[in-house]
């Protein structure tokens, strides 16, 4: 299967005169996320936006592809939290994104909803990760009708100042971090240094509230030693009797 680094892709369908996308993530894999996601909501490339959680190689790398060498962009707006936003602006190459007009940078803050559209809002919540380069965010998702969480990266569920239950409260649908099923798929490697919730110990957490609640949840973000990638699997099948689910790419839900 031709997997890729996990992203969203977003679309207010509800402008007027106009539809506007946006894509949470530059992943390694941009060009060709970026191009199924335009043939499959037919976003004008002047109406797209980028939306980034961090300075890790998965999240914001793919910004190399709208440079000079490759798509040429023009003013591409990208939405970055402060440290985020100081990074792009002060390495290269991407401070020549910059330079020649490549990407418009716009400063996201904590807890502000940026609109994408008119109906459409974007809330950034801060989580504790390894902040090497950049703070951390997830997003909290707000349209005319539905809601979703989106927190592909986050230390442990315990460290984040907020409450995961309660924000599920607040969602319809929770597309959360699951890097790792559990601590046994990397036995050579020092978990502390990479830290994730275990697959395992977010169920455990979860375990207790109604269906409704579990229901909501859909795992992304999968390392390729997570054996939940493979469906035939007994971390899988333990995963979808708990009554959760695991993201399959290409996937829409509807705000």
């Known amino acids: 299967m031709d997997r890729k680094v996990v992203c969203l892709g977003i679309v207010d369908t509800n402008s007027v005169g106009k539809k506007v996308g946006a894509m949470i993530e530059a992943t ?98 801060k989580v504790p990760h390894r902040d090497e380069y950049s703070e951390t965010v997830g997003f909290r998702i707000v349209g005319p009708t539905h809601s979703a969480l989106f927190i592909p990266d986050i230390n442990k569920w315990d460290e984040w100042s907020r409450s995961l239950e309660g924000e599920l409260a607040l969602v319809d649908r929770a597309y959360l971090d699951a890097t790792f099923f559990d601590a046994a798929e990397i036995g050579y490697r020092d ?41 035939t699997s007994e971390a899988y099948a333990k995963v979808i009797q708990k009554g959760y689910h695991i993201a399959v790419p290409g996937s829409t839900y509807p705000l």
């Open 28 to 125: 390694p894999d941009f060009p060709s996320q970026l191009d199924e996601f335009r043939q499959w909501s037919q976003v004008a490339m002047e109406e797209m936006r980028i939306f980034l959680t961090h300075a890790h190689i998965g999240h914001y790398s793919g910004l190399m592809f709208v440079g000079r060498e490759a798509l040429g962009s023009n003013q591409m707006p990208v939405w970055a939290m402060p440290r985020m936003r100081s990074f792009l602006e002060s390495n290269g190459p991407w401070d020549q994104l910059v330079a020649l007009q490549n990407i418009e940078l716009r400063t996201l803050f904590e807890d502000e909803a940026v609109r994408v559209g008119s109906t459409v809002s974007l809330v950034p919540l």
């Open 191 to 231: 978990m502390s240094e990479i830290p994730h919730p275990f697959m395992v110990e977010t169920m455990a957490l979860l375990d207790s509230l109604p269906q409704t609640q579990r229901d909501k949840i859909h795992f992304i973000h999968l390392n390729h030693t997570n054996p939940c990638l493979d469906t």
